[in-house]
Nanobody
Framework: QVQLVESGGDLVQPGGSLRLSCAAS????????MSWYRQAPEKQRELVAT???????NYADSVKGRFTISRDNAKNTVYLQMNSLKPEDTAVYYC??????????WGQGTQVTVSS
């Protein structure tokens, strides 16, 4: 019913920029809480950024000032703009949708690699 498809992951040099996309179907990003998570090799999955239905945003301390989460309701898509990328940002990035009733849905993930 609910499907999330991430795209935009790539290999970039330190200091570079990248924009990830999360296209949703089966539910509206405008009325749900949308989040980006990431998981590096041998590490736990961590919350990166969140935007609520009311437009409030939150960021992990490690990405504040560098990453921006946004939403295009007409396209039913959530974005993660990543600037000033560092090698420690290397991870698989996942999109998550959480409904008001507490049901969560995950995308398949997209690989971001920051390396020289």
């Amino acid at each position: 019913q609910v499907q999330l498809v991430e795209s935009g992951g790539d290999l970039v040099q330190p200091g570079g920029s990248l924009r990830l996309s999360c296209a949703a179907s089966g539910s509206r990003v405008s009325v749900n809480t949308m989040s980006w998570y990431r998981q590096a090799p041998e590490k736990q999955r961590e919350l990166v950024a969140t935007v609520t239905s009311g437009g409030s945003t939150n960021y992990a301390d490690s990405v504040k000032g560098r990453f921006t989460i946004s939403r295009d309701n007409a396209k039913n898509t959530v974005y993660l703009q990543m600037n000033s990328l560092k090698p420690e940002d290397t991870a698989v990035y996942y999109c998550k949708l959480r409904t008001l009733l507490g049901n969560s849905y995950w995308g398949q993930g997209t690989q971001v690699t920051v390396s020289s």
